[in-house]
């Protein structure tokens, strides 16, 4: 079992910037990949951005290349989005995920094992 809190989501203006954190139990974080997801009212969760076990791969979706940046710190277990540049589309609840068993994948929620309780982030126009 692997318990994750994030923290950081909030109110912000178009152009702001938030940076989220993911804090996460358990001694063997450094096995996992992580991910951010967002899920907005009425959609599905969509993926956001994932980093390998190592730290040294990642990947995010396109809407958000070049504004947003996953990081990983093992010895403090936590993973981090900084996003700038926000837009109102960015709006929606954020979940972090561990991917116990990584093998490359990324980009689907069912690669993902468990779950953040989210945090919600609304860019106002």
């Known amino acids: 079992q692997v318990q994750l809190v994030e923290s950081g989501g909030g109110l912000v203006q178009a152009g702001g910037s938030l940076r989220l954190s993911c804090a996460a139990s358990?001694?063997?974080?450094?096995?996992?990949?992580l991910g951010w997801f967002r899920q907005a009212p009425g959609k599905e969760r969509e993926f956001v951005a994932g980093i390998s076990p190592s730290g040294r791969s990642t990947d995010d979706t396109d809407s958000v290349k070049g504004r947003f940046t996953i990081s990983r710190d093992n010895a403090k277990n936590t993973v981090t989005l900084q996003m700038n540049s926000l837009k109102p589309e960015d709006t929606a609840v954020y979940y972090c995920?561990?991917?116990?068993?990584?093998?490359?994948?990324?980009?689907?929620?069912?690669?993902?094992?468990?779950w953040g309780q989210g945090t919600q982030v609304t860019v106002s126009s």
């Open positions: 995920g561990v991917n116990i068993d990584y093998r490359g994948r990324l980009k689907s929620p069912g690669e993902y094992d468990f």
């Open positions: 358990g001694r063997t974080f450094s096995n996992y990949a």
